[in-house]
């Protein structure tokens, strides 16, 4: 699994199964899947989206990419920070499937109400963040 130089490869986190992979880079403000062969160890993309809304700009200024990544306890949602718009947002994104059978899609935006969302966690089972 190779990324761009200028993507800038910040954070991840694995699904349960250990079948994929999520992965935030920072200066490009994307956000990408990727399945991983358990017999080979190899990882090969198969989802990649765009983090900001339409609106934003992604900017390359100090602490201003994409930050941190929390996957829901029910496998179906992620949760990235977003630095580059001000306030901060957290983009959600819709997970389908697992493995190389993994989709994913922005269906969401929620303001961080601050200026840079660098690390979050999901509380009570994914209830609170």
């Known amino acids: 699994l190779t990324f761009p130089p200028d993507a800038g490869t910040r954070h991840c986190c694995w699904d349960a199964t250990g079948e994929t992979l999520?992965?935030?880079?920072?200066?490009?403000?994307?956000?990408?899947?990727?399945?991983?062969d358990l017999k080979t160890g190899a990882l090969k993309e198969i989802a990649s989206v765009y983090l900001l809304r339409d609106e934003d700009t992604a900017t390359r200024d100090h602490h201003r990419g994409g930050s941190d990544v929390a996957l829901h306890p029910n496998g179906k949602y992620l949760y990235v920070g977003c630095r580059s718009p001000s306030p901060g947002l957290i983009a959600i994104v819709h997970v389908e499937g697992k493995g190389a059978d993994c989709s994913l899609k922005v269906i969401g935006h929620e303001s961080t109400r601050g200026a840079v969302p660098r690390n979050f966690k999901l509380m009570q089972e994914g209830e609170w963040m």
Do not use: H, Q, Y
């Not at 999520?22 to 991983?36: G, H, Q, R």
């Open 22 to 36: 999520f992965v935030v880079n920072e200066l490009d403000s994307t956000f990408k899947a990727a399945s991983f």
